[in-house]
């Protein structure tokens, strides 16, 4: 168990819905990542946020937004959805942004499917 | 611009045999190096991790030597375990970006 928990650990939804992702990071840590796993593209990074503040974009499109509360937890929208977007969306955390060699530990991902 | 590249799988090998995953990557500046295992409808869990040149990491019996010269951080196993069936992912972190850069992923089965 590496303490970051994600929830729903499945999703299904239909084209043209907006979703809503959770994401708890590890106690202390204060960055969190988001990344999409999926069979054509791989593992790629979407977003981080560090203490309440977006710190680095990735290839996240137009219609994903993020945001990580006073709390600390972040949560991925996805509007307006595709086929496409199916995919294993996964949340990380680390104590801080911007140092190389810290893990990020990884929650066990929401499941995400577009009917 | 960084990357990292893995080994083409699947690698299908009976228990007890030596597993070698070839990761070479591409970066700028000196990056730190991970493998991460996703074991079957699980997420990614860190196996080891190495932050500067002829360092190795180790865990669980899975080793990885940064190797600056040939830019690689190949996997190695001495003795593989039906339990190590899993997708194997290297990756790097550079500089003060926060994200991680992942190869493909190496599908290992080990048969009894």
């Known amino acids: 168990d590496s303490g970051v928990t994600q929830t729903p650990k499945h999703l299904i939804t239909a084209t043209g819905q907006r979703v809503t992702l959770r994401c708890s990071p590890r106690?202390?840590?204060?960055?969190v990542y988001w990344y999409q796993q999926s069979l054509d593209q791989g593992l790629q990074f979407l977003i981080q946020?560090?203490?309440?503040?977006?710190?680095a974009k990735g290839n996240i499109l137009e219609r994903f937004s993020a945001q990580q509360f006073p709390d600390l937890h972040s949560e991925l929208n996805l509007s307006s959805l595709e086929l496409g977007d199916s995919a294993l969306y996964f949340c990380?955390?680390?104590?801080?942004?911007?140092?190389?060699?810290?893990?990020?530990?990884f929650g066990p991902g929401t499941r995400l499917t577009v009917l | 611009g960084n990357s990292v590249t893995q080994m083409e799988g699947p690698v299908t090998l009976s228990e007890e045999a030596f597993l070698t995953i070839n990761c070479t990557y591409t970066?700028?500046?000196?990056?730190?190096l991970f493998w991460y295992v996703q074991y079957p409808g699980e997420g990614l869990q860190l196996l080891l991790k190495?932050?500067?040149?002829?360092d190795k990491g180790s865990n669980k019996g899975f080793e990885a030597t940064y190797r600056k010269e040939t830019t690689s951080f190949h996997l190695e196993k001495g003795s593989v375990q039906v339990s190590d069936s899993a997708v194997y992912f290297c990756?790097?972190?550079?500089?003060?970006?926060?994200?991680?850069?992942f190869g493909q992923g190496t599908t290992l089965q080990v048969k009894p």
């Open positions: 990380a955390s680390s104590p801080r942004a911007g140092v190389s060699t810290d893990t990020q530990y």
């Open positions: 106690s202390g840590d204060l960055s």
């Open positions: 946020y560090y203490n309440g503040e977006e710190r």
């Open positions: 970066a700028t500046g000196y990056p730190s």
């Open positions: 190495a932050t500067k040149a002829d």
């Open positions: 990756a790097l972190r550079s500089g003060n970006t926060g994200k991680l850069i």
